[in-house]
Each structure stands twice: as structure tokens, then as C-alpha cells.
């Protein structure tokens, strides 16, 4: 188990769990990243902030911080 902003270019894995709480969580949520998504990270800007990820067949880019709340299980 490790943090959606931990990944590394290429690697894919499965949300766990999405921390944060009010409006925040509300808006990752409404953005799809919940328990059981696939993510799969595209890119990652030079600083780490943001990164792009594929999920649920799109493409969506989130700050550091957003992807600091999201916990994954990585895919072989």
C-alpha cells in the first residue's frame, strides 16, 4: 500500500481508501477516485505538481496535495 503521489510514471493500482474530509473528499469523490477505481499515472509535472492520471477511461490531472489523500494498492 502506498499514496497515489508516491507512484511512479507508468505504475497502476487500485484505490484503497480516500482520506480528507468535507468538500475536499466530496470533490475527489464526484471525480471518480473512489474504493475499487483502477489508476494508472500518466505524468508527473517536473516538481511533482500535478500529475495526470488515467481513471475510468479519461484523463485527470490533480495537485500533489489531492493525490497525498489517496490510498492505492499497487497492480503487478
Do not use: H, N
Request: proline share 4%; net charge positive; aromatic share 4%.
Amino acid at each position: 500500500m502506498k499514496l497515489l503521489s508516491e507512484f511512479a510514471i507508468g505504475e497502476r493500482g487500485v484505490v484503497k481508501m480516500v482520506g480528507g474530509e468535507g468538500a475536499l473528499r466530496r470533490r475527489l469523490f464526484d471525480m471518480g477516485v473512489t474504493p475499487g477505481a483502477e489508476i494508472t499515472l500518466r505524468k508527473k509535472a517536473p516538481l511533482g505538481d500535478p500529475i495526470e492520471v488515467t481513471l475510468r477511461g479519461y484523463e485527470l490531472t490533480l495537485r500533489k496535495t489531492e493525490a497525498e489523500l489517496v490510498t492505492m494498492e499497487r497492480i503487478k
